[in-house]
């Protein structure tokens, strides 16, 4: 079992930056793909980022290539996203998510992830 909360969500205005972390119940040692959802009203939900904390290979949404990265701090057992470069069309719930035995790169894509936070709110103005 796995247990995600994720905190860092706020209002901002375009152009500005944000950070989220979802600190895990445990990951440290352990394989796991690890990742960052987001679900705007009205609009299904999609993958951000995800990373393999095993190696720390990661994967990006096309959208926000450049702009966002994911990252694992082991020793806290914390998974970050830096927001940066934020636009209107980022605002969303994001939700912090982990799975074992999964493909990250196919994670991205599916969504289908095994444990999920409650998330935090992202607020872009223009």
């Known amino acids: 079992q796995v247990q995600l909360v994720e905190s860092g969500g706020d209002s901002v205005q375009a152009g500005g930056s944000l950070r989220l972390s979802c600190a895990a119940s445990?990951?440290?040692?352990?394989?796991?793909?690890m990742g960052w959802f987001r679900q705007a009203p009205g609009k299904e939900r999609e993958g951000v980022a995800t990373i393999y904390t095993g190696d720390s290979s990661t994967y990006y949404a096309d959208s926000v290539k450049g702009r966002f990265t994911i990252f694992q701090d082991d020793a806290k057992n914390t998974l970050y996203l830096q927001m940066n470069s934020l636009k209107p069309e980022d605002t969303a719930m994001y939700y912090c998510?982990?799975?074992?035995?999964?493909?990250?790169?196919?994670?991205?894509?599916?969504?289908?992830?095994?444990?999920w936070g409650q998330g935090t709110q992202v607020t872009v103005s223009s």
């Open positions: 998510a982990a799975a074992w035995g999964r493909s990250c790169r196919a994670a991205l894509e599916t969504g289908i992830m095994t444990y």
């Open positions: 445990r990951f440290r040692y352990m394989s796991l793909c």
